[in-house]
């Protein structure tokens, strides 16, 4: 029987909408010169992402339904619904979302999704709402759950109740919080370090409600420096379309310019920032006029 949860994304719309304007009147009425603030065409650009995302994530819908339905009826294990197995379940789902959400970085063809995420130069409220078209790359990292007897309906409840949680982290108004929360959950502070593109901030911090899984795993880093938001590489542009397949066109660049198959492989599968060895050069013939006389590797080192 499926169990019957509420849509908490679509209760939680005009919560996101208020706070977005406070947000905003906050900004005006005490401006912050070091703050990335609000531009007016990354705002709309994110809100446009975030509905555009709402109507892919129903076509998506279907096949992935489909798949952890099947995987659902095939386990023979099941977990009710009850008022304390379903903490126990947003637990699960939040240590799998870190897994997710560090492959989604590490990846390149995962990357292609996610980067859209991380494509405004701003950190507000409408950035949390910038969100993927191609969220289809998601999925198979939550099939554990269901493969355990999780409900899929129950699955879609944590995930959603997870994006909920992430909404008020993607602010510069809220400074540290107490030690304890701090340490415990994901906070604006540990989620601006994320949004960074600053060297010593990259790919830290994957934490969706609880901070302490990048803790336990190394991928921690706390606030020192103020960030700078975006990507190392940014885009200029604020055309929905292109925000939302910009990497996968520059995968498909990279990979029409190999020069073979592992190349290839490497532009689609290692990280965003891999590049190939590059050629070593042929040692000189000793004939050669102006060549060393002796061209063998010193001592110790490979051949």
Not at 156 to 185: D, K, M
Not at 199 to 225: K, M, P, Q
Not at 292 to 301: E, Q, S
């Amino acid at each position: 029987m499926e169990p019957n949860l509420p849509d908490v994304v679509l209760w939680s719309i005009p919560a996101f909408a208020l706070l977005t304007v406070l947000e905003m009147v906050a900004h005006r009425l005490h401006p912050d010169e070091e703050a990335a603030g609000y531009e007016a065409r990354d705002a709309v650009t994110s809100v446009t992402m975030g509905l555009g995302s709402l109507g892919f994530d129903l076509l998506w819908k279907i096949p992935v339904v489909a798949v952890h339905t099947a995987v659902y009826g095939l386990t023979p294990l099941r977990v009710p619904v009850l008022w304390w197995t379903l903490p126990l379940m947003l637990l699960a789902q939040d240590f799998l979302y870190y897994w997710s959400h560090r492959g989604h970085h590490v990846v390149r063809i995962l990357w292609a999704c996610h980067v859209v995420h991380h494509s405004s130069r701003k950190f507000n409220l409408t950035t949390a709402l910038r969100q993927p078209w191609t969220s289809l790359t998601v999925w198979p990292f939550y099939l554990p759950l269901v493969a355990l007897g999780v409900h899929p309906a129950a699955l879609a409840f944590c995930s959603s109740a997870n994006l909920v949680y992430q909404f008020w982290v993607h602010t510069e108004r809220i400074g540290r919080l107490p030690r304890p929360v701090e340490y415990v959950f994901n906070t604006p502070s540990h989620h601006r370090v994320h949004h960074a593109s600053q060297g010593g901030y990259l790919d830290r911090n994957f934490g969706g409600i609880l901070i302490v899984w990048d803790r336990l795993f190394g991928s921690f880093t706390a606030e020192t420096e103020r960030p700078v938001y975006g990507l190392t590489k940014n885009i200029t542009t604020c055309n929905p379309l292109r925000v939302a397949t910009h990497e996968y066109a520059a995968i498909a660049r990279d990979v029409r310019a190999a020069g073979s198959w592992g190349e290839r492989a490497g532009r689609i599968f290692r990280g965003p920032g891999w590049q190939p060895a590059a050629p070593v050069p042929a040692a000189p013939d000793p004939g050669t006029p102006g060549a060393p006389a002796d061209v063998r590797p010193a001592a110790g080192r490979a051949r």
